[in-house]
């Protein structure tokens, strides 16, 4: 299936390729290397894949052997840049309302099936969460940094206000370039933690954002409503499997009863559904836990056995045999291989 990970505007990949330029990469050559156009990362209506953006963002740290490539890029962030859900953000009455619209309509700007981002309101301290994208290597930590720093930047800039975030936190441990963190945050800087996310002050949520216009906010809202509904309505019901199974595959091995329930609909409408269109559920899950597998066997600080618990597998045995069905090897011949 196409972009069965995921996919983001072009006008997201644009400014990582920008940032890039700024560290003096040359810009037609990234694009000959990744097979990309003017034309279509001019478009706003244009759609890439994830994995375009990730070959991007390895192509640039590459070239320029700058690591902190997503700290660059996400200091740069400017929320008129997201479009219609940035103006909606900068119109909304206080940054809490702010930061759940840009939730709420984050797969205007890019969708996932590992996840979406969200915030938790009920903590004394608010947490706002990015998804996992483990298994990490050197060349997609700039994803989380990327969007962290973005956020930690758009706080400032609606609030006019340095001192509403209490730390960052970050799911890998910390990188070789630990230390240019402190250069872009003003606050205690976590490795190792559960999750990728901004904990914010304590009622740091109910600050006014400066430029609150409750008018041109009611416009815009249901503008975005309506641009939501159009990209839902694109997805076809493998994409929706898709979806819903990327964020359940840590949870152990899901069935199509919790997936439809996860969908809101009868399992045998599911099926039935999936079958018009020549798929399977077994062959939709089978896919995207070889995929999954194949990436976290490339990373060498994970254990075949941290990898099966991780992927819901009764024992590593099972994995062994589960990936050897998949890649026709098994997943140490196939680590050793690389």
Not at 183 to 190: A, H, N
Request: charged share 20%; hydrophobic share 40%; glycine share 6%.
């Amino acid at each position: 299936m196409k972009n069965k990970i995921g996919d983001v505007s072009s006008t997201y990949i644009n400014s990582l390729i920008v940032a890039g330029e700024s560290l003096g990469v040359d810009r037609q050559m990234i694009l000959r290397q990744n097979k990309l156009s003017e034309h279509a990362l001019s478009d706003p209506e244009c759609r890439l894949s994830l994995v375009a953006l990730m070959k991007v963002g390895q192509s640039i740290i590459h070239s320029t052997n700058e690591p902190a490539l997503g700290l660059i890029s996400g200091k740069r962030s400017v929320l008129t840049a997201l479009g219609y859900p940035g103006l909606l953000a900068m119109n909304s009455s206080c940054l809490g309302e702010a930061v759940a619209v840009l939730n709420r309509f984050e797969p205007l700007a890019s969708r996932c099936n590992r996840g979406q981002s969200n915030l938790e309101t009920r903590l004394i301290k608010p947490r706002l969460n990015f998804y996992s994208i483990a298994p990490y290597n050197e060349y997609n930590l700039f994803v989380v940094d990327r969007v962290i720093c973005g956020w930690y930047q758009v706080i400032e800039w609606l609030t006019n206000r340095s001192d509403l975030v209490a730390s960052v936190q970050f799911e890998f441990e910390a990188p070789a370039y630990a230390d240019q963190y402190r250069d872009y945050f003003d606050c205690p800087v976590k490795f190792g933690a559960e999750c990728n996310s901004i904990q914010f002050q304590e009622k740091a949520l109910d600050t006014p954002v400066v430029y609150h216009n409750p008018h041109l906010y009611a416009s815009l809202l249901d503008t975005c409503e309506q641009m939501l509904e159009a990209i839902s309505q694109t997805e076809t019901i493998g994409q929706q499997v898709q979806k819903a199974l990327g964020s359940m595959l840590h949870e152990g091995n899901p069935t199509l009863g919790e997936v439809a329930e996860k969908l809101s609909l009868p399992s045998w409408t599911l099926r039935r559904r999936l079958s018009e269109q020549g798929l399977s559920f077994h062959e939709i899950l089978e896919e995207l836990r070889k995929d999954l597998a194949i990436n976290y066997v490339k990373n060498f600080k994970l254990s075949l056995g941290e990898i099966a618990y991780s992927m819901g597998f009764s024992n590593a045995s099972a994995f062994q045999r589960a990936f050897k069905r998949w890649t026709g090897m098994t997943a140490g011949d196939y680590r050793k291989s690389l």
